[in-house]
């Protein structure tokens, strides 16, 4: 229906008198099936990108209820119900000063519908997988045990989380910091959230035309296109209407970020770096997060759980000052404590 619309350029049979009923009934299919694209969309969880379409559409036809009513949900889904409720008062306003009536009975119970929070009106779940078609589980096995980032966690649920926040969030942070392991132990805990699938991949030694390749395999994708380009289409295609997860592990620069990013609005993406990403937060509005080392107590914590009960109070204390808060150096140090630990006495 876009490229349809697309299609439309200026007034039909423009200055032709004898087409004026023509030329009408071409206007009104064409609002009509601007209407019908719009409800397709909003449906589609594209409520954002639609209310100012909606908005001038309204301001072109301003007795068509049915856009009005468009707007309002798509207002109301975008989190801005005061602005839905305006909506209503305004055309409620505006009808009775032009031909004095109400609105009509379906404008009427949206708002009614609007003032109650009725969950009905929220929109519906993204579609599931069709019959047959894998929903791929990429995610690495956590690593146990798990200590602290509640914090880290915490900001985790909020960005991805939020309908309104972009769909990427870059950890970045010195090496063996803990950035896999905060991300695929999120991933873990959300997967639900995600019923379409997890998508993982290392990139630290690929490119992403190959791991394109394997997500697309991965999302049941039989003939995958040569062409760059016809590929970077379909893998968007793929993932524009579903709720999906990817992790990108060990990105070194955007440009290997930027292509694997999903083209839906349900999707998320994390993505962990040593360096800071900037480019993908200026082109793309990811949110970011610096990972620091564990704090003394979550330190301590997890070097009891690795070797207190086996190796003492020194051991502990002597990881937590040797490892710095580096979770790594940390399980390192631990491995080492152990090997030394169960060789014989020479």
Same mark, same amino acid.
């Given at each position: 229906?876009?490229?349809?619309?697309?299609?439309?350029?200026?007034?039909?049979?423009? *200055?032709?008198?004898?087409?004026?009923? %023509?030329?009408? #009934?071409?206007?009104?299919?064409?609002?009509?099936? !601007?209407?019908?694209?719009?409800?397709?969309?909003?449906?589609?969880?594209?409520?954002?990108?639609?209310?100012?379409?909606? !908005?001038?559409?309204?301001?072109?036809?301003?007795? #068509?209820?049915?856009?009005r009513a468009q707007l309002? !949900?798509?207002?109301?889904?975008?989190?801005?119900?005061?602005?839905?409720? #305006?909506?209503?008062?305004?055309?409620?306003?505006?009808?009775?000063?032009?031909?004095?009536?109400?609105?009509?009975?379906?404008?009427? #119970?949206?708002?009614?519908?609007?003032?109650?929070?009725? $969950?009905?009106?929220?929109?519906?779940?993204?579609?599931?997988?069709?019959?047959?078609?894998?929903?791929?589980?990429?995610?690495?096995?956590?690593?146990?045990?798990?200590?602290?980032?509640?914090?880290?966690?915490?900001? &985790? %649920?909020?960005? &991805?989380? $939020?309908?309104?926040?972009?769909?990427?969030?870059?950890?970045?942070?010195?090496?063996?910091?803990?950035?896999?392991?905060?991300?695929?132990?999120?991933?873990?805990?959300?997967?639900?959230?995600?019923?379409?699938?997890?998508?993982?991949?290392?990139?630290?030694?690929?490119?992403?035309?190959?791991?394109? *390749?394997?997500?697309?395999?991965? =999302?049941?994708?039989?003939?995958?296109?040569? *062409?760059?380009?016809?590929?970077?289409?379909?893998?968007? $295609?793929?993932?524009?209407?579903?709720? =999906?997860?990817?992790?990108?592990?060990?990105?070194? *620069?955007?440009?290997?970020?930027?292509?694997?990013?999903?083209?839906?609005?349900?999707?998320?993406?994390?993505?962990?770096?040593?360096?800071? !990403?900037?480019?993908?937060?200026?082109?793309?509005?990811?949110?970011?997060?610096?990972?620091?080392?564990?704090?003394? %107590?979550? +330190?301590?914590?997890?070097? %009891?759980?690795?070797?207190?009960?086996?190796?003492?109070?020194?051991?502990?204390?002597d990881l937590v000052v040797?490892?710095?808060?580096?979770?790594?150096?940390?399980?390192?140090?631990?491995?080492?404590?152990?090997?030394? +630990?169960?060789?014989?006495?020479?």
């Amino acid at each position: 229906m876009r490229d349809a619309l697309a299609l439309w350029r200026g007034q039909p049979f423009e *200055d032709i008198r004898g087409l004026r009923f %023509d030329a009408a #009934r071409m206007a009104e299919s064409r609002l009509e099936a !601007l209407e019908t694209c719009l409800e397709l969309e909003i449906e589609l969880g594209r409520h954002h990108q639609v209310i100012p379409e909606l !908005l001038a559409l309204v301001a072109e036809s301003p007795f #068509r209820e049915r856009v009005r009513a468009q707007l309002m !949900l798509a207002q109301y889904r975008a989190g801005r119900r005061a602005d839905a409720l #305006r909506t209503y008062q305004e055309t409620r306003r505006y009808l009775l000063e032009q031909i004095g009536l109400e609105p009509g009975p379906a404008l009427r #119970r949206l708002h009614e519908q609007i003032l109650r929070d009725e $969950s009905a009106l929220m929109r519906p779940p993204a579609p599931r997988p069709a019959a047959g078609r894998p929903v791929p589980s990429q995610l690495p096995p956590q690593v146990l045990p798990f200590v602290g980032r509640d914090r880290e966690l915490a900001t &985790l %649920d909020t960005i &991805l989380g $939020s309908a309104r926040a972009p769909g990427a969030m870059v950890l970045c942070g010195a090496a063996g910091v803990g950035k896999t392991t905060l991300a695929v132990h999120w991933a873990h805990r959300q997967a639900d959230r995600f019923p379409d699938g997890q998508l993982y991949a290392d990139m630290s030694a690929t490119g992403p035309a190959p791991v394109m *390749d394997r997500f697309l395999r991965a =999302l049941g994708v039989q003939e995958i296109p040569a *062409d760059p380009a016809e590929k970077l289409a379909l893998y968007r $295609s793929c993932t524009a209407r579903i709720r =999906l997860l990817v992790v990108l592990d060990g990105a070194e *620069d955007s440009d290997q970020v930027l292509p694997l990013l999903p083209g839906g609005p349900d999707c998320r993406v994390i993505v962990t770096s040593a360096n800071p !990403l900037d480019d993908l937060v200026a082109r793309q509005g990811a949110n970011r997060a610096f990972l620091q080392p564990l704090a003394d %107590d979550a +330190a301590r914590h997890l070097a %009891d759980l690795l070797v207190g009960g086996a190796l003492g109070p020194q051991a502990v204390a002597d990881l937590v000052v040797t490892s710095r808060g580096n979770p790594l150096s940390l399980r390192l140090g631990a491995a080492r404590l152990h090997s030394r +630990a169960g060789q014989p006495a020479a």
